[in-house]
């Protein structure tokens, strides 16, 4: 089964940017459309943006106009670029197919935004 690796979080203050990175190990968009997702502690994991083969996006409203979903299908990587991160973004973040999570879920990369 292809695997997810997701990478690029890290510590930032306020208003700053950063670019995530979701490598899969094998072909990912012959399989589904392909989704960011967070999830805070204790809470239910949220859907952030999808993004299709053909590079059509959709957001959620906490992000839009802030973050920016993109792929590269040659290197089966899906990017999400973080900007004006706020302190309500702090959470791990994953990838996954969408609408149907398909595959197992990788480690998550931590964003953590506070001044």
């Known amino acids: 089964q292809v695997q997810l690796a997701e990478s690029g979080g890290g510590l930032v203050q306020p208003g700053a940017s950063l670019r995530l990175s979701c490598a899969a190990s094998?072909?990912?968009?012959?399989?589904?459309?392909m989704g960011w997702y967070r999830q805070a502690p204790g809470k239910q994991r949220e859907l952030v943006a999808t993004?299709?083969?053909?590079?059509?996006?959709r957001y959620a409203d906490s992000v839009k106009g802030r973050f920016a979903i993109s792929e590269d299908s040659a290197k089966n990587t899906v990017y999400l670029q973080m900007n004006d991160l706020k302190p309500e973004d702090t959470t791990v973040y994953y990838c996954?197919?969408?609408?149907?999570?398909?595959?197992?879920w990788g480690q998550g990369t931590q964003v953590a935004v506070s001044s």
């Open positions: 996954n197919t969408w609408p149907t999570v398909q595959l197992s």
């Open positions: 993004v299709t083969y053909e590079g059509f996006t």
């Open positions: 094998g072909e990912i968009f012959s399989i589904s459309v």
